[in-house]
């Protein structure tokens, strides 16, 4: 197995670690923020193998852990909690509630694709997060709660001094975005999840780290806005999974990790499966 890579942005004296998991851990990305005196973990890998390698890399930067924040409910962000157990761990309500009822499920989808390589221990996080401001060793953070994107509930969080979004799955980078979910209203999420971009995408970001994918800036706001608006006619003009992956794949024959389009068919096409 190829091991995880970490892509550090500095800015202002601030260290942000993106560690990246392999393809075959969906390109995910964990992120430690590194600030004087303590460290923020926001999210961990699916696999535990990448989950090992991370908490040994944070380990190894010599400073404490305050917390582990999971911004969301899919397993790709939260799989590897049993190597964080020892720490607190936030969420929001809604996603605790999530792994706490459903993390099994969650689990069971995954495992026949990975094996053994994917735990079978639900770590739910027991402190709750809350949307507004918050401060880490003199750092603000801005918590946004998202309701309808790519996932029913979920957080982006600004870091305004640097004018950097951790935007996890809110954006993706050159990764096939996962469309599985509906809204709250029973609804394809792409409108909805347009909606919640075009709210912000000006809010000044100047470095933005992608829930999959490279760090970029701003530009993927619009890139995804384009992704999501063609993604959702190839979705009503399409009979089949396999239909819709292969137009997508045309479309965009540059982007990694079509196994999101396989797990998205899965719940847009049931019928076919």
């Known amino acids: 197995m190829r091991s995880i890579n970490v892509n550090k942005v500095s800015k202002k004296g601030l260290n942000i670690h993106v560690v990246a998991s392999p393809e075959d851990g969906e390109l995910v990305n964990s992120i430690i923020v590194e600030s004087q005196n303590k460290l923020v973990i926001i999210d961990v890998p699916l696999l535990n193998p990448y989950s090992k390698e991370l908490r040994e890399y944070t380990d190894s930067l010599g400073k404490p852990i305050d917390r582990?924040?999971?911004?969301h409910f899919h397993p790709d962000h939260w799989a590897g909690l049993e190597y964080f157990a020892d720490l607190p761990i936030y969420s929001l309500r809604e996603?605790?509630?999530?792994?706490?009822?459903?993390?099994?499920?969650?689990?069971?989808?995954?495992?026949?694709?990975?094996?053994?390589?994917?735990?079978?221990?639900?770590?739910?996080?027991?402190?709750?997060?809350?949307?507004?401001?918050?401060?880490?060793?003199?750092?603000?953070?801005?918590?946004?709660?998202?309701?309808?994107?790519?996932?029913?509930?979920?957080?982006?969080?600004?870091?305004p001094s640097i004018k950097t979004l951790i935007a996890q799955d809110l954006l993706y980078n050159k990764v096939f975005l996962y469309l599985g979910e509906k809204t709250s209203k029973g609804e394809l999420c792409c409108d909805s999840w347009i909606e919640k971009l075009v709210e912000i995408k000006n809010n000044g970001y100047e470095v933005v780290i992608p829930g999959h994918g490279e760090v970029s800036d701003a530009s993927l706001f619009d890139i995804n806005i384009e992704y999501l608006k063609t993604a959702k006619e190839f979705i009503l003009a399409s009979n089949s999974g396999s239909e819709l992956k292969e137009k997508l794949i045309r479309k965009y024959p540059d982007y990694r990790v079509p196994l999101l389009l396989d797990v998205e068919n899965y719940l847009l096409f049931p019928q076919s499966v």
Not at 68 to 71: A, D, G, H, R
Not at 127 to 145: F, H
Request: no cysteine; glycine share 4%; charged share 30%.
């Open 68 to 71: 582990v924040i999971i911004t």
């Open 95 to 159: 996603v605790q509630d999530e792994i706490k009822n459903s993390g099994d499920w969650a689990l069971s989808f995954h495992r026949p694709i990975h094996g053994d390589l994917i735990t079978d221990k639900i770590i739910v996080p027991t402190n709750i997060i809350e949307e507004g401001s918050l401060e880490v060793d003199e750092v603000e953070y801005n918590i946004l709660k998202i309701v309808d994107a790519e996932m029913r509930f979920m957080l982006a969080i600004e870091i």
